[in-house]
Each structure stands twice: as structure tokens, then as C-alpha cells.
């Protein structure tokens, strides 16, 4: 045994004894970090995507004050659009 000869993987002893309860004892905790991991993931997520709808909710709203306070600007595209709105009517 002075580490020369490769060793076959299937004489190891990853299922029985203390290799046994070691390799069950890491298998556990890999799925444990894994199962957190994708947890974090879908949450931040779905934090990510709240925070945008409130922000386009909140975005409207206050176009909606801008406007009715009379404090508004078309662009030039929005104004081309209702012009020709217009000549179409």
C-alpha cells in the first residue's frame, strides 16, 4: 500500500461502517445546501419580479398625477402618434 497501484472504485467502501455513515452524512448535506440554494433563488426572484410590477404600478400612477395636474410632455414619437390618430379621424 505506498499508493502506486490505482485503486478500482467499486473495492471502496462508501456504503457500510464509518465511510458509510460519511458519505450518507455528506449526500444529506449537499441536498440540503442545494434545496436552500434554488429556495434563495426562487424567492429572490420572486422578489425581483414584485418589485418591478409595483414599480410600473407606481410609474402609472404618477403619470396619472403629472397629467391630471397638467404637467405632462409628449415625446416625439408619442406626438407623431397622435397626430396621425387625428388625420385619420
Not at 64 to 82: D, N, P, Q, R, Y
Amino acid at each position: 500500500m505506498t499508493g502506486d497501484a490505482p485503486i478500482n472504485p467499486s473495492e471502496l467502501n462508501t456504503d457500510k461502517g464509518l465511510a458509510g455513515t460519511l458519505m450518507e452524512k455528506l449526500i444529506d448535506q449537499k441536498c440540503h445546501e442545494r434545496t436552500r440554494d434554488l429556495d434563495f433563488h426562487d424567492n429572490a426572484n420572486a422578489h425581483a419580479n414584485c418589485a418591478h410590477q409595483k414599480m410600473q404600478d407606481a410609474s402609472r400612477l404618477m403619470v396619472g398625477i403629472f397629467v391630471s395636474a397638467g404637467h405632462h410632455e409628449l415625446g416625439t414619437a408619442a406626438l407623431a402618434k397622435v397626430q396621425l390618430c387625428a388625420k385619420l379621424k
